[in-house]
């Protein structure tokens, strides 16, 4: 699909990725750009339509989708991460749940709601926020690297879903990011600016899945090795 003259609705769109996509879609030409936060007074960009949405409340979800009728392509960007372990954390249960809620749970709600809209307006696109950890856990963040995982299979099976209304689905893989979900990890880390408009470009381009960045590269390249990245010790 292109971009110009797209109508975009962007979830969690008041900061980080979110922020730099509604930026990346006024800049490519959308003609309209929704961004959806908890608080809308939070979405300041100029040239935004802000829209409250909690993507983990079933009816403001639906609100978004039937006052949003002329949605093209939806970002599900809105996610979260409690840094949560498999064992041995007497919050573990809570942490995947949470994340789950938001990560998983939230971007089928959305999908869901939005593909009429999507059918209406043409078939348009779904662009889903996931992670190199879809595919390889780490210590500190095991939860959050199953809820990723489930969402990559979710984005997979949406895509035979909706591939007979015409609906593009992609997925956006990337490691670490300059975002308040990244502050206190060290190491090199990609721009959301860049990581925005690589996922846009590859949206334009028809491409099922964006790897934003060298480590994401090699680790999906290594998944049908002898020894893929996800068996690695950490």
């Not at 929704?34 to 639906?62: F, H, K």
């Not at 994340?99 to 999908?111: D, H, I, K, L, Q």
């Not at 190199?132 to 879903?161: C, I």
């Not at 609906?167 to 990337?174: E, G, Y």
Request: aromatic share 6%; proline share 3%.
């Amino acid at each position: 699909m292109k971009l110009k003259d797209s109508v975009v609705f962007v979830t969690g769109a008041n900061r980080g990725l979110g922020l730099a996509f509604a930026k990346a879609a006024l800049a490519a030409g959308a003609r309209k750009v929704y961004g959806a936060a908890r608080d809308p007074a939070s979405i300041t960009l100029a040239g935004v339509t802000p829209v409250a949405l909690d993507v983990t409340n079933a009816a403001q979800v639906e609100a978004a989708a039937k006052a949003c009728g002329d949605v093209t392509l939806l970002i599900n960007n809105a996610g979260i991460s409690r840094g949560g372990a498999l064992l041995g954390a007497a919050d573990a249960f809570d942490a995947a749940r949470a994340e789950f809620e938001t990560n998983f749970f939230g971007s089928w709600a959305m999908a869901r709601a939005f593909a009429p809209v999507l059918k209406a307006n043409g078939g348009g696109a779904i662009l889903n926020v996931l992670s190199v950890l879809a595919w390889l856990s780490l210590p500190g963040a095991a939860t959050y690297s199953a809820s990723k995982s489930a969402a990559w299979s979710l984005s997979n099976g949406l895509r035979d879903g909706l591939r007979g209304q015409g609906t593009q689905v992609t997925s956006l893989h990337v490691a670490f990011m300059e975002t308040d979900m990244t502050a206190g990890i060290a190491g090199p880390k990609a721009s959301p600016d860049d990581v925005a408009r690589q996922a846009l470009e590859g949206v334009e381009a028809g491409q099922v899945e964006v790897l934003a960045d060298a480590l994401t590269r090699q680790v999906k390249q290594s998944l049908s090795t002898e020894a893929p990245a996800y068996a690695a010790a950490r």
